[in-house]
T-cell receptor
């Protein structure tokens, strides 16, 4: 079974709709992240959480919100989706280690906003 | 200027070839460096870390040049299965070990 899972894997929605992307992990990691990937831009950090009570904005948090429901669950919401939020979204986890810790990614959610 | 820059490619090479990618980074205080591999429509996965002294893992060799602010990945004896996008990743500061800065990737195509 995959250590980091994301649901849904694909979603098509319309402008203005509220969307929630969910991430679960069985790795026992404290840290979780949400990224988006766009062609030619690489992965960009949206939000990150070091534990259930610690949530931080990343590079591109505008238009997004998150909830860390438990150590193993971290969800990303688009309150009112817009077409430029069409992207591939990845959740990732990492252990609480000194510098250089590896991040483990989920399989991604492909979101299309029409 | 982007913090991490890569040639997008694609690099199209025959099986058995040796191919090298470079990646430049803008922050001279950057602390840690990695190569991740991403297959088409899949998640990125760590390929190898890049140490100051350079490191080798089988057919893959990674090197760091701090003076010129670039890292490199050399793949020897390319296999069809090496076809993927290779992401250069930099951690800019010691107090931000969570913060990975990703390059946009270099695409490699290995042909029979």
């Amino acid at each position: 079974d995959a250590d980091v899972t994301q649901t849904p894997r694909n979603r098509i929605t319309k402008t203005g709709k509220r969307i929630m992307l969910e991430c679960s992990q069985t790795k026992g990691h404290d840290r979780m992240y949400w990224y988006r990937q766009d062609p030619g831009l690489g992965l960009r950090l949206i939000y990150y959480s070091f534990d259930v009570k610690d949530i931080n904005k990343g590079e591109i948090s505008d238009g997004y919100s998150v909830s860390r429901q438990a150590q193993a669950k971290f969800s990303l919401s688009l309150e009112s989706a817009i077409p430029n939020q069409t992207a591939l979204y990845f959740c990732a986890t990492s252990d609480r280690k000194p510098q250089g810790n590896e991040q483990f990614f989920g399989p991604g959610t492909r979101l299309t906003v029409l | 200027r982007k913090e991490v820059e890569q040639d997008p490619g694609p690099f199209n090479v025959p099986e058995g070839a040796t191919v090298a990618f470079n990646c430049t980074y803008s922050n001279s205080a950057s602390q840690s460096f990695f190569w991740y591999r991403q297959d088409c429509r899949k998640e990125p996965k760590l390929l190898m870390s890049v140490y100051s002294s350079g490191n080798e893992d089988g057919r893959f060799t990674a090197q760091l040049n701090r003076a010129s602010q670039y890292i490199s990945l050399l793949i020897r004896d390319s296999k069809l299965s090496d076809s993927a996008t290779y992401l250069c990743v930099v951690i800019p500061r010691m107090d931000s070990s969570y913060k990975l800065i990703f390059g946009s990737g270099t695409r490699l195509l290995v042909r029979p």
